[in-house]
């Protein structure tokens, strides 16, 4: 995309972090902006201080893992501004191990991190393909590109969101579309995601007894989601696939992979 002023953004996980701060930049650019979220309250705050700004914005209480509730942001996208422009799959949420870890635990992270890009992209693209412009960005993470002993259910899902986005982009290329593919690959950023268990539904606290992640004070040493957010912008305007805001750790993730791969690792 090269023009972005009047366009229109959805973005998931949009009232906090990363999201928060891709929809500032778009709003910087003059989109127009659907910000989704669980946390309505956040939600709520996030919008007022977009609006205070000067943007366009809207908010829709949105539940990435229930399909229906993806497909009723799309609505209201459509409603409210009649256009979707550029989609970005962004909410996540951490999970730990995979031995100790229940199964009521992979369905609360899986059903966030994979199947929330899954339901932006089955229930956007159609859009996107048929009036043959826009973008999707799917936020996934370094941990996307190299397994982490302590991160095992994470990993799990942002692997198959790196997988999800090269196959879509190879798809739509094959299909001569104009619509662009980006997969956020980011290291520690200064989020709430250690934090991400406060919105852990009852069902899932219950078995799990899930408390405060281990990634706060990793987190808290993060580059700041703006960086993040400037590097999705660029990487959108110059249809570019992956968005790697850590050069190290993803140069060092592929040596780990080619590692593993030759039988060195």
Request: net charge negative; proline share 3%.
């Amino acid at each position: 995309m090269k023009e972005f002023s009047g366009k229109v953004a959805v973005v998931t996980g949009g009232a906090s972090g990363i999201g928060l701060a891709m929809a500032r930049r778009f709003a910087g650019a003059g989109m127009r902006l659907v910000l989704a979220d669980i946390e309505e309250p956040v939600l709520e705050a996030a919008v007022a201080e977009l609006a205070d700004g000067g943007a366009e914005v809207v908010g829709v209480p949105t539940d990435v893992a229930d399909h229906a509730s993806v497909v009723a942001l799309r609505e209201a996208t459509l409603e409210r501004f009649g256009a979707v422009h550029v989609v970005c799959n962004n909410a996540g949420v951490v999970g730990r191990s995979i031995v100790d870890s229940p199964v009521e635990l992979w369905d609360w992270v899986v059903g966030v991190n994979l199947f929330g890009v899954i339901h932006g992209c089955n229930v956007f693209l159609p859009t996107l393909v048929a009036q043959d412009e826009g973008h999707v960005v799917n936020t996934a993470s370094i941990a996307g590109l190299r397994g982490n002993a302590l991160l095992g259910i994470y990993c799990t899902t942002k692997f198959a969101v790196v997988g999800l986005s090269e196959s879509l982009s190879e798809e739509l290329k094959a299909r001569g579309s104009h619509v662009g593919v980006s997969v956020v690959c980011p290291g520690f950023v200064q989020t709430q995601i250690a934090h991400s268990h406060r919105n852990m539904p009852e069902r899932v606290r219950a078995v799990t007894g899930e408390g405060e992640a281990f990634l706060g004070d990793a987190v808290s040493f993060g580059i700041p989601p703006a960086e993040v957010a400037d590097a999705v912008f660029d990487a959108v305007a110059a249809d570019r696939l992956y968005v790697l805001t850590h050069a190290d750790m993803a140069r060092g993730a592929l040596d780990q992979r080619i590692a593993i791969l030759f039988g060195d690792g």
